[in-house]
């Protein structure tokens, strides 16, 4: 390997970015914090963007297109970068950030793992109680927010299946079409 391999992009770098931008502009919604009560806190913001990635992820490692799998990954990288980047400019020292970047990172795999199941089966009741344990996690036993953790996973479910109808070639080219506010159910 040359020098300039290591200045050279991974192939699906910009374009992992592109869509990692996309579902976290999706994560952002005013809607999701306002209508269905998400804490707006930083603990509220991460784990939308965990799953909003989280969907995205799952949706190209599905694709049987071979580029899917390393789209993913490119996502997911994007990801895990702009984590470390705002908690540096958040202040966090460099002997920390990489401790903090890993407990995210078992944050995220957890979540996914969760998420994953209860959609594989459709279950929006198991959908419901992952959401309302890792979105509403400040809420004791009992009191999480149900209808909204309801709401949430019916919203989940269908980002899922508008991001499965979704034509690869408008991933690879960094347009995924999340659902606008407008097209979410009720």
Known sequence: MGLFALFRRKPHERTGFALYTAAVATARSPFLFEGIGVP??????????????????????ADP???????AQAVFDAMFADMDLNLREMGVSDMVVGKRVKRMWEAFHGRAIAYEEALDARDAAALAQALAR???????????????????ASIVLAQDRALAAQPFASLLAGKPAFLAETELPA
């Open 40 to 61: 707006d806190t930083l603990d509220g913001r991460f784990d939308l963007i965990n799953l909003h990635v989280a969907l995205l992820v799952r949706r190209l490692r």
């Open 65 to 71: 297109d071979p580029r899917g799998a390393a789209l």
């Open 134 to 152: 890792n979105v509403w996690r400040g809420a004791t036993p009992g009191t999480a927010p149900t209808a909204s953790a309801e709401q949430l």
